[in-house]
C-alpha cells in the first residue's frame, strides 16, 4: 500500500514562502511522477505541479508558474514544492498525489494514492 505523508503548510504573509515536503512508501519512489494538488473551501481540487519520474519534466498551472518549483529526491523517497511570492488566493490544503505513470500528467482521474494533505494559510 502506498502511503504519503506531507509536511511543511502553515500559516504566512503574503509575499512569503514556504516549502512542502512529501514522503512516500510503499513502492519505487523513484519509477513514477509525482504531483501536488490544492482545494480551498468551496471549490473544487485543482492541479498545481508535478515533475516525471527522474525529475527532468515538470509541468505547472499557469498562476503556479515563476513562483513555486516542484522537485524530488530519489535518494529520500522525497517530492517538494516550493513556494515563493505567495498571495492570499493560495491558501487551501494542499495534497501530494502519485500516479501510476512515469510522465508528468494533471487530471486527478490520473491519481491513485493521495496524502491527507497540509493546510497553507497565506494572510494579507
Known amino acids: 500500500q502506498v502511503q504519503l505523508v506531507e509536511s511543511g503548510g502553515g500559516l504566512v504573509q503574503a509575499g512569503g514562502s514556504l516549502r512542502l515536503s512529501c514522503t512516500a512508501s510503499g513502492r519505487t519512489f523513484s519509477s513514477y511522477a509525482m504531483g501536488w494538488f490544492r482545494q480551498a473551501p468551496g471549490k473544487d481540487r485543482e492541479f498545481v505541479a508535478a515533475?516525471?519520474?527522474?525529475?527532468?519534466?515538470?509541468h505547472y498551472r499557469d498562476s503556479a508558474k515563476g513562483r513555486f518549483t516542484i522537485s524530488r529526491d530519489n535518494t529520500k523517497n522525497t517530492v517538494y514544492l516550493q513556494m515563493s511570492s505567495l498571495k492570499p488566493e493560495d491558501t487551501a490544503v494542499y495534497y501530494c498525489a502519485a500516479p501510476s505513470t512515469r510522465e508528468v500528467v494533471a487530471s486527478p482521474t490520473w491519481y491513485d494514492y493521495w496524502g491527507q494533505g497540509t493546510q497553507v494559510t497565506v494572510s494579507s
Open positions: 515533475i516525471s519520474w527522474n525529475g527532468v519534466n515538470t
